[in-house]
T-cell receptor
């Protein structure tokens, strides 16, 4: 159990367009979902934390108007990169914590990631 | 600032040897600690978590926690080339989040 999916797994888009990435918990209800970004050979960087039905909490330096997060249900969160530019090219990874029954409330289950390339 | 520190490596060990990965954390309030493995181009996958002082063993992996020293380690016995990856240490935060270290790159040489 505790499977998280992401869609798409990779996307190439033109500069100036918007890209939506979906994160779904397939077999559990996610208390909280997290969005990370990882540039090549660099560490995971937390972008934002989202709870179902609430506004996302963004980390310092992350533009909330550029990276729109919607957490409409306990199994789905979306990240929209608006007006994407080449510097937004990165590996975007979501994770989720499980509501109830988790060995630790902090345990995060990661999606497989989405590789975004902006031309 | 709550932080988790890891040596970035690379840590190189021969096949069959024990790999020892270390991590320190700054927040004494952290109750749970996690080791994730991340292969290049892939997302992290959980290896183990630990919340009690002492050792916790799972197959070839042993996690060790010393809350007094704010120190967590991961030992990998009989290291295999397939263990070559970046290992991320994380401490549980009070908001249900994880505070990640920057990771240690492990290379197991055949």
């Amino acid at each position: 159990g505790a499977v998280v999916s992401q869609h798409p797994s990779w996307v190439i888009c033109k500069s100036g367009t918007s890209v939506k990435i979906e994160c779904r918990s397939l077999d559990f209800q996610a208390t909280t979902m997290f969005w990370y970004r990882q540039f090549p050979k660099q560490s995971l960087m937390l972008m934002a934390t989202s709870n179902e039905g609430s506004k996302a909490t963004y980390e310092q330096g992350v533009e909330k108007d550029k990276f729109l997060i919607n957490h409409a249900s306990l199994t789905l969160s979306t990240l929209t990169v608006t007006s994407a530019h080449p510097e937004d090219s990165s590996f975007y990874i979501c994770s989720a914590t499980r509501q109830g029954g988790a060995r630790s409330k902090n345990e995060q289950f990661f999606g497989p990631g989405t590789r975004l390339t902006v031309l | 600032q709550k932080e988790v520190e890891q040596n970035s490596g690379p840590l190189s060990v021969p096949e069959g040897a024990i790999a020892s990965l270390n991590c320190t954390y700054s927040d004494r309030g952290s109750q749970s600690f996690f080791w994730y493995r991340q292969y290049s181009g892939k997302s992290p996958e959980l290896i183990m978590f630990i919340y009690s002082n002492g050792d916790k063993e799972d197959g070839r992996f042993t996690a060790q926690l010393n809350k007094a020293s704010q120190y967590v380690s991961l030992l990998i016995r009989d290291s295999q080339p397939s263990d070559s990856a970046t290992y991320l240490c994380a401490a549980g935060g009070s908001q249900g989040n994880l505070i990640f270290g920057k990771g240690t790159k492990l290379s197991v040489k055949p």
